[in-house]
């Protein structure tokens, strides 16, 4: 079985080729219905028309670039005319107009508009202000320009689920018998006694259907409002001259959108002002090389990504009218890649179902051979009657049904199953699940690489201390400016808040209750905060300079720069960033009356001391520092990086988020190595480290400089000890994750929430972005999203993907026990007695107590604390273990002696004689067969430990399942004999049944005394 699987291993979790996804399919080749094993599988076909789409779409902008090149000289003999309805509307151009300028990078009929200011008047709006909102002006512009919302293709109905249900092989041809068998039967017998046993087949096949279209309808609902969550997504814009977030759903042209790094674009749109902005177009066009969007290039298009830079942009077309509306309605079709874990158990219902598909082949010629043989002996073998083509006819929906039962169609499915109801869960847990495979990985993690700031720490900022001018301060809430300030030369402070406030991706804003608001990443917030302090003016600061140039923050420079014109004349640098980068480039420094002196050696050393006091502290260290560059700097210059002067050092504390040190020592009790990779100084990520639990006394804490400069060698020897890497940039986070992977054979999951974050989430097992912090662009790199930016909600995913995996065993387990049993019952017993004990009405029967309702019961088991005290299975564990092995073998044999016990003694056990008793005794062995897979389904909600009682009533699925199992087994034999081929027992029948079925417990608690190997 192993090595079988292992031809259905080569489909990975992540960035699987399409090559591999579609080998596995094509080893599928016993399904006994497509439409449902397969539908939640990747649609390769889809995937290929998007492709297809992108390159449309690339050379239609190619095309229209050129065009509107070579149109600009034929600007006079462009007019436009505003429709009606536009106009009445308040707008003076309509949503095809506006499609046509952006879409098609139209600069000829934007010039003809105005330009951006133009088409801001003709959509009423104000570049600064943006919208006037009303009810009635936000209705004018839905109904004229559409809203920001795209096609999706309508939810199934529970009549189509029925009929994809109905689409399975076998049921179709067990139809087909029973409708032969009304006709036979009636005609032989007539109505109503000719009419039982296809009746009772219509009756099983229909209760099936029924029972598989509600279980796969419940999961679509599930999956529906997880895609709901995946697109939630706020952005910021100016309406009524306020900043403030909305949702993407509710943009409108008109609106001007606040971007910055990392940020999807909303809508197609014009930019209005911004600096360095980078716009990465390849999602719509499949072009990795990013386009440099200015005044002179000003389209943006939805879809896309901000890879650096910042802007405002006005909306101009919004949902299904831009191109992204029309390539996402394509793109939603091609699905998710299926799990390693679903495509594992197509393997092993594969060869399970090839076996099956033989015994069926067999025990079918082994019955109609016993039927010949005793015609021969009776001498009536040239003559045939209609009750031995009924009786032919049982033997072929005994054989069909065998298929039925061994095909374990439910296997793939289960493990859907189980994702679908772990999503839905970890949704009320923070933690929002992007694709199905990481929720299974996650339960393989051994390392986890996190981030410092805002995962282990609230992510809450403030300043606590400065150094300014060579002297500490402490800052606290109940200090005022003066006291803080008194020693300190005003021209010091004006430099110190007039830099806060240049230098910042931040915001000071006033809101509709005329209340202050930072916005601003936290970093951000706190200078911001501090400049609010020390008696700063935002707005006045802003206006006083104007901002020639901006070098955002990233985190490859580590380091922020702006360059300012002076309204004197000249021009000045402000940079701020990661504290010993920014004092290696300063060689000034002011002191307390405001002068300029040289950084001597003395100094340095001891600003690396204050530097490294408030490291040592957890404290996060910034520098401030300004350069006066004269009056020759050009826009398209960098932003020099030496001479500067310093200003002073900035201590900001982030405290240890509350239950991170107890959720680390839960990972360590689960084997789970975690690691912290943070972009902060050394020493600061060594006091968090050492509060978090995360480094040891025997762990390494190496900076990025060091760690991207060692060889291999040294390499495969640190990182088995490495616990904190400081100072480190995307691709050292990248590097160690990847040799993690290949070199250590590690299953690793990796925070991340900048855009610079994106390929170390790719290259992880697990992705794993913040939802609050975390950038678009991190978002959709990642397979799972921490929506409260929490480490112990990391946790709880890595105790979810524990639980589907073993939830998934626990099934398969259980189900491969029926499977077995009922191959080798009917077939020993065709063989051996030349009948077979278990009808196709009550096959049927048992294949949905394995298939649909043994998939509610035993995949949908919540976690618990247990999960975290073994070791992870990593990248090497057989998924079928020897414990299950061992469980499965001497479950099987049990049921197996017992049920073939009552076969060949069980008359004499029971006193059976007359007419019914070879129907009693059949009734007898298939109620004995059910109820030891209801307490074997009992048996299987632990594979290891003895008491499988333990919180058994808190799963209301799990007890609800066998209530319905038991009840409906009692309605078959006690009530439908006519149709299942059953008839009433005694209550001594029904005690000696569940007996049979109970001590399957006790057999069941021995093995697992016996120990096994873990593989």
Known sequence: MGSYIKEFSEVKAKNSSEEALQRWRKACWLVKNRK??????????????????????????????????????????????????????????CADELGSIVEGHNLSKLRVHGGVEGIADKLSTKLNNGISISDDSLNRRREIFGINKFAESPAKGFWLFVWEALQDTTLMILAVCALVSLIVGIATEGWPKGAHDGLGIVASILLVVFVTASSDYKQSLQFKDLDKEKKKITIQVTRNGYRQKISIFDLLPGDIVHLAIGDQVPADGLFVSGYSLLINESSLTGESE?????????????????????????????GMRTQWGKLLATLSEGGDDETPLQVKLNGVATI?????????????????????????????????????????????????????????????????????????????????????????????????????????????????????????????????????????????????????????????VTTKEEKIEILGT????????????????????????????????????????VVLELPVGGFQAHCKGASEIILSACDKVLNSNGEVTPLDETSINILEGTIEQFASEALRTLCLAYKDIGSDFSAENPIPFEDYTLIGIVG??????????????????????????????????????????????DGIAIEGPEFRVKSEEELHELIPKLQVMARSSPMDKHTLVRHLRSTFEEVVAVTGDGTNDAPALHEADIGLAMGISGTEVAKESADVIILDDNFST???????????????????????????????????????????????????????????????????????????????????????SNV????????????????????????????????????????????SFVFCQVFNEISSRDMEKINVFKGILENYVFVVVLSCTALFQIIIVEFLGTFANTHPLTWQQWVASILIGFLGMPVAAAVKIIPVGSR
């Open 884 to 927: 299950m092995w061992r469980n499965i073998l001497a479950q099987s044999v049990y049921q197996f002696v017992v049920i073939w016990y009552l076969q060949t003694s069980g008359k004499t056990v029971f006193s059976l004689d007359g007419p019914d008793s070879d129907l009693i005794l059949n009734t007898l062995i298939f109620n």
């Open 352 to 508: 399970i179902g090839k076996i099956g598909l033989f015994f069926a082949v067999v025990t079918f010629a082994v019955l109609v051979q016993g039927l010949f043989s005793r015609k021969r002996i009776e001498g009536s073998h040239w003559s045939w009657c209609g009750d031995d083509a009924l009786e032919m006819l049982e033997y072929f929906a005994i054989a069909v049904t065998i298929v039925v039962v061994a095909v374990p169609e439910g296997l793939p499915l289960a493990v859907t199953l189980s994702l679908a109801f772990a999503m839905k869960k970890m949704m009320s847990d923070k933690a929002l699940v992007r694709h199905l495979a990481a929720c299974e990985t996650m339960g393989s993690a051994t390392t986890i690489c996190s981030d410092k700031t805002g995962t282990l720490t609230t992510n809450r900022m403030t300043v606590v201390k400065a150094c300014i001018c060579g002297k500490v301060k402490e800052v606290s809430n109940s200090m005022t400016n003066s006291i803080f300030c008194s020693d300190v030369s005003d021209s010091v402070v004006r430099m110190l808040t007039k830099s806060i406030f240049t230098n910042t991706g931040g915001e000071i």
């Open 290 to 318: 990013p386009v440099n969007v200015t005044a002179e290039n000003p389209f943006l298009l939805s879809g896309t990504k901000v890879q650096d830079g910042s802007c405002k942009m006005l909306v101009t077309t919004v």
């Open 652 to 697: 900001i504390k982030d405290p240890v988020r509350p239950g991170v040190k107890e959720s680390v020592a839960i990972c360590k009790s689960a084997g789970i190595t975690v690691r912290m990779v943070t972009g902060d100084n050394i020493n600061t990520a060594k006091a968090i480290a050492r509060e978090c639990g995360i480094l040891t006394d």
């Open 36 to 93: 449902r094993r397969f539908r939640f599988t990747a649609n390769l076909s889809k995937r290929f028309e998007v492709r297809e789409i992108q390159k449309s779409n690339q050379e239609k902008l190619r095309i229209a670039v050129l065009v509107s090149q070579a149109a600009l000289s034929f600007i006079q003999g462009i007019s436009y005319t505003v429709p009606e309805a536009v106009k009445n509307a308040g707008f003076e151009i």
């Open 794 to 880: 990391i946790v709880t995913v890595a105790k979810w993907g524990r639980s589907v995996y073993v939830n998934i065993q626990k099934f398969v387990q259980f189900q491969l026990t029926v499977n077995v049993v009922a191959l080798i019952v009917n077939f020993s017993s065709a063989c051996l007695t030349g009948n077979a004990p278990l009808t196709a009405v009550q096959l049927l029967w048992v294949n949905m107590i394995m298939d649909t309702l043994g998939a509610l019961a035993l995949a949908t088991e919540p976690p618990n604390d247990d999960l975290m005290k073994r070791s992870p299975v990593g990248r090497k564990g057989n998924f079928i």
């Open 522 to 561: 936290p970093t951000e917030a706190a200078l911001l905060e501090f400049g609010l302090f020390l008696g700063g003016d935002f707005q006045a600061e802003c206006q006083a300079s104007k901002l020639v140039k901006v070098e955002p923050f990233n985190s490859v420079k580590k380091r922020m720069g």
